[in-house]
């Protein structure tokens, strides 16, 4: 009788153990994109509004922002659901007093509860900052830069739809040449739907020093190798994209050379 209940307490802490690891990585769970992108718009919506209402920005309701948001935990190939604070929500909406980034959304950090309650911070150059303010002159509270938010368990689950493009950046702010004149460039792929694709041109101001084809997955950080050396003469150089996927920097970007 003894080795029996031994062998069901060892059973059942092997479940308990089982269902963990799998809520762990969200599998049953009721965190999941769907829900995310269909309860955040709506939160930062009523938020900013309030925003709004404090700063005299007339004419600014839930339906004029036209708010929509595409979310995603961990990056590419983990599964978009379960609790954790991995997740980044690109929000768009419509204000005539900001003016959107050309990529047309922000980006928004989360940190999910297993409660299916979230918390939220947006970017500062978009949402402002921890206090702003009012039409009095007072400094208040800036009820969108970090706020709370909950969603139903059993809502709406069918995929949203709601999509936005990968923002490419040049992270280098010096270009390392070796003794040969070889050297390589940082860029970084954001979060976003199908990464970054495309040609960036490098040239010397004077000369071209070929072209490269990128290929990146979102939240990506690489090293793009330049095709050739850079002549012994160069201070800088400068780089041009044309991009096929996602979105690049629209004006060339031009690098010190170090040696």
């Known amino acids: 009788m003894r080795r029996i209940i031994i062998t069901l307490v060892l059973a059942l802490a092997a479940i308990g153990c089982a269902a963990a690891i799998a809520s762990a990585v969200g599998g049953g769970t009721s965190i999941t994109r769907a829900r995310l992108e269909r309860s955040l718009p709506a939160t930062f919506a009523n938020q900013y509004v309030q925003q709004a209402a404090l700063l005299g920005h007339t004419g600014i309701t839930p339906a004029s922002l036209q708010a ?44 999910v509860h297993s409660n299916d309650c979230y918390t939220a911070g947006g970017p500062s150059k978009l949402v402002g900052f ?25 809502g709406d689950d069918q995929p949203t739809g709601n999509s936005y493009p990968s923002v490419l950046q040049v992270t280098s702010t010096v270009l390392s040449a070796d003794v040969s004149g070889r050297t390589g460039v940082q ?24 072209s490269v084809h990128y290929d990146l997955q979102e939240q990506a950080t690489p090293t793009l190798s330049l095709p050739q050396a850079v002549p ?23 690098i010190p050379v170090q040696r």
């Open 68 to 111: 929509k948001a595409m979310c995603e935990k961990g990056g590419p190939g983990m599964p978009d659901k379960g609790p954790g604070s991995d997740w980044i929500c690109l929000v768009g909406w419509q204000d005539p007093n900001v003016p959107m980034p050309p990529e047309g959304y922000g980006k928004f950090e989360l940190t």
């Open 130 to 154: 921890q206090t702003i303010n009012d039409t009095q002159g007072r400094t208040v509270n800036n009820p969108v830069f970090e706020f709370d938010g909950c969603f139903d368990p059993n």
């Open 187 to 210: 860029v970084s792929c954001g979060a976003g739907a199908n990464g970054c694709a495309g040609v960036m041109t490098i040239s010397d101001g004077t000369r071209s020093l070929g």
């Open 232 to 254: 012994v003469d160069a201070q800088e150089l400068t780089f041009t994209f044309a991009p096929s996927t996602g979105i690049a920097p629209p004006k060339p970007t031009t």
